[in-house]
């Protein structure tokens, strides 16, 4: 069993920054991938940023792309989600997950469908 614990979110002011962080504990194998997804108030869960593990590869979805950066720490089994440039649709629920198995395909690493193990989500919501 994995747990993840996020921490980081808030209230913060339009072209502010914050980082969210994920501490992974429970399981000693290495996650396939781990990532951050966000879910707005009447909207579908959306994927932000993800790493497959095994190469070190960020992938980001399109929204986000160039203001925010995904970041791990392994020493301390932590991910990070730095935020900058921060807008009022960036306000959500922000989510870490990871799932375990073979190194995905490019293709199922925004997938949430295939991720196993979720935090219980922290608020994140950006307003003047």
């Known amino acids: 069993q994995v747990q993840l614990t996020e921490s980081g979110g808030g209230l913060v002011q339009p072209g502010g920054s914050l980082r969210l962080s994920c501490a992974a504990s429970?399981?000693?194998?290495?996650?396939?991938?781990m990532g951050w997804f966000r879910r707005a108030p009447g909207k579908e869960r959306e994927f932000v940023a993800a790493?497959?593990?095994?190469?070190?590869?960020?992938y980001y979805g399109d929204s986000v792309k160039g203001r925010f950066t995904i970041s791990r720490d392994n020493a301390k089994n932590t991910l990070y989600l730095q935020m900058t440039s921060l807008q009022p649709e960036d306000t959500a629920v922000y989510y870490c997950?990871?799932?375990?198995?073979?190194?995905?395909?490019?293709?199922?690493?925004?997938?949430?469908?295939?991720?196993?193990?979720w935090g219980q989500g922290t608020q994140v919501t950006v307003s003047s």
């Open positions: 429970g399981r000693t194998s290495k996650p396939a991938a």
């Open positions: 997950a990871s799932k375990y198995g073979s190194s995905p395909i490019t293709s199922s690493v925004p997938l949430a469908g295939t991720y196993d193990y």
């Open positions: 790493f497959r593990w095994s190469t070190n590869t960020p």
